[in-house]
Nanobody, 122 residues
């Protein structure tokens, strides 16, 4: 049974930073792609960032490029999302996900965490 647990969300002022963590358990973490998605109230879940199991390729949504960085520590079975220069429009519930292959579509990922709230005030 795969389990993903996000942490690190909270309330921050515009321009501030947060680092989200996602701890994985249940199967070999290092063999799978990991992604971050977010969902704002009344909107569909959208892709934020993803990386292959090897860590050699990283992908970002245009809206977060240059501000967010995804990374992983296979020894700790943890993936991170460093978020800098946060904007009010970044406010959403952030989810991490695990899948066989990296992708921007939610259907690429079989397992999801419960989400962590990020609120950016103006």
């Amino acid at each position: 049974q795969v389990r993903l647990v996000e942490s690190g969300g909270g309330l921050v002022q515009a321009g501030g930073s947060l680092r989200l963590s996602c701890a994985a358990s249940g199967r070999t973490f290092s063999s799978y792609a990991m992604g971050w998605f977010r969902q704002a109230p009344g909107k569909e879940r959208e892709f934020v960032a993803a990386m292959k199991w090897s860590g050699t390729s990283k992908y970002y949504a245009d809206s977060v490029k240059g501000r967010f960085t995804i990374s992983r520590d296979n020894a700790k079975n943890t993936v991170y999302l460093q978020m800098n220069s946060l904007k009010p429009e970044d406010t959403a519930v952030y989810y991490c996900a695990q899948g066989v292959s990296v992708g921007e579509n939610v259907r690429s990922y079989a397992y999801w965490g419960q989400g962590t709230q990020v609120t950016v005030s103006s």
